[in-house]
Nanobody
Framework: QVQLVQSGGGVVQPGGSLRLSCAAS????????MGWSRQAPGKQRELVAT???????NYAHFVKGRFTISRDNANNTVYLQMNVLKPEDTAIYYC????????????WGQGTQVTVSS
């Protein structure tokens, strides 16, 4: 079992930036795909970004050019740098880890609130 512990998040004004972190521990498998999803009130959870062990990234169209996903394989940590935040980015953000991009996540982080409001 892989445990994922998230940090970061909070409240920011439109146009601002935030950085989320997610540290993995336990029975970590390799290779792996780590990623971030989000869920806004009354909406389904949606994929935001993923990154493979080799560094290949993929982004949802609504964050492309504004968000950057990265990972530190030595420390089993994934990051999400969020710039030019919009009110519609307000959601609970969850990190996850899976064995391959075509599989469902094996583990999820605890979630962290991101609120974009003036």
């Amino acid at each position: 079992q892989v445990q994922l512990v998230q940090s970061g998040g909070g409240v920011v004004q439109p146009g601002g930036s935030l950085r989320l972190s997610c540290a993995a521990s336990g029975s970590i498998f390799s290779p792996s795909v780590m990623g971030w999803s989000r869920q806004a009130p009354g909406k389904q959870r949606e994929l935001v970004a993923t990154i493979t062990s080799g560094g290949t990234t993929n982004y949802a169209h609504f964050v492309k050019g504004r968000f950057t996903i990265s990972r530190d394989n030595a420390n089993n940590t994934v990051y999400l740098q969020m710039n030019v935040l919009k009110p519609e980015d307000t959601a609970i953000y969850y990190c996850n880890i899976r064995r391959s991009i075509d599989r469902q996540p094996d583990s999820w982080g605890q979630g962290t609130q991101v609120t974009v409001s003036s």
